[in-house]
């Protein structure tokens, strides 16, 4: 079992919709989680960090986590053809540097 | 410059050509890494150096070699690579606080490397 799955996508929407993204994983002790955006031909961006289970809000995107389920999401309110490029989840413990990337969910918003 | 720089951003090598990649970050940072990214696959993690010392190497083969002049510099050098070796090379730096990446990473843009 990979420590983390996310779909790949492609995800299409229309512009204005609202986006869902998610991960799951496996292990317990991850404690800080990220979602990166990465466009072609660049390097991830970091989008949103948060530590531990809640929410956390910032402008358009929203990241939930729910430590419980072992379940990750970001949500994209009011889509742009500017968000579209791949999402990356990632995720660790509170030791050493070893971050673990999801494989990235390709999204595509459409005018 | 700001941010975390990376040259070349693309580079055609063949299998007996020996290359270096250079990344610079201008953050301030104390700890650097090396990713590899393939297509629809997750980034692998190479290399991590913290205030100028090896602390990770994930079973990478021989033919990848690391090197961390100083805290704002990070070098893979490549020989005798493979055609499977063809993937975007990621940079990236954070800020090390007593052994423990807290903060994120800051990416740089990659080199785009082609192994014929």
């Known amino acids: 079992q990979k420590e983390v799955e996310q779909d790949p996508g492609p995800l299409s929407v229309p512009e204005g919709a609202i986006v869902s993204l998610n991960c799951t994983y496996s292990?317990?002790?991850?404690?800080?989680f990220m979602w990166y955006r990465q466009y072609s031909r660049k390097g991830p961006e970091l989008l949103m960090y948060?530590?531990?289970?809640g929410n956390k809000e910032d402008g358009r995107f929203t990241a939930q986590v729910d430590k419980s389920s072992k379940y990750i999401s970001l949500f994209i309110r009011d889509s742009q053809p500017s968000d579209s490029a791949t999402y990356l989840c990632?995720?660790?413990?509170?030791?050493?540097?070893?971050?673990?990337f999801g494989a990235g969910t390709r999204l595509f918003v459409k005018a | 410059e700001t941010g975390v720089t990376q040259t070349p951003r693309h580079l055609v090598m063949g299998m007996t050509n020996k290359k270096s990649l250079k990344c610079e970050q201008h953050?301030?940072?104390?700890?650097m890494y090396w990713y590899k990214q393939s297509a629809k696959k997750p980034l692998e993690l190479m290399f991590v150096?913290?205030?100028?010392?090896?602390?990770e190497n994930n079973s990478v083969p021989s033919r990848f070699s690391p090197e961390c002049p100083n805290s704002s510099h990070l070098f893979l050098h490549l020989h005798t690579l493979q055609p499977e070796d063809s993937a975007l090379y990621l940079c990236?730096?954070?800020?090390?606080?007593?052994?423990?990446?807290?903060?994120?990473?800051?990416f740089g843009p990659g080199t785009r490397l082609t192994v014929l």
């Open positions: 990236a730096s954070s800020q090390d606080r007593q052994g423990v990446s807290t903060d994120t990473q800051y």
């Open positions: 292990n317990s002790a991850f404690q800080y």
């Open positions: 948060t530590y531990s289970s």
């Open positions: 990632a995720m660790r413990d509170t030791g050493g540097f070893k971050t673990i």
């Open positions: 953050l301030g940072h104390n700890a």
């Open positions: 150096y913290s205030l100028e010392e090896r602390v």
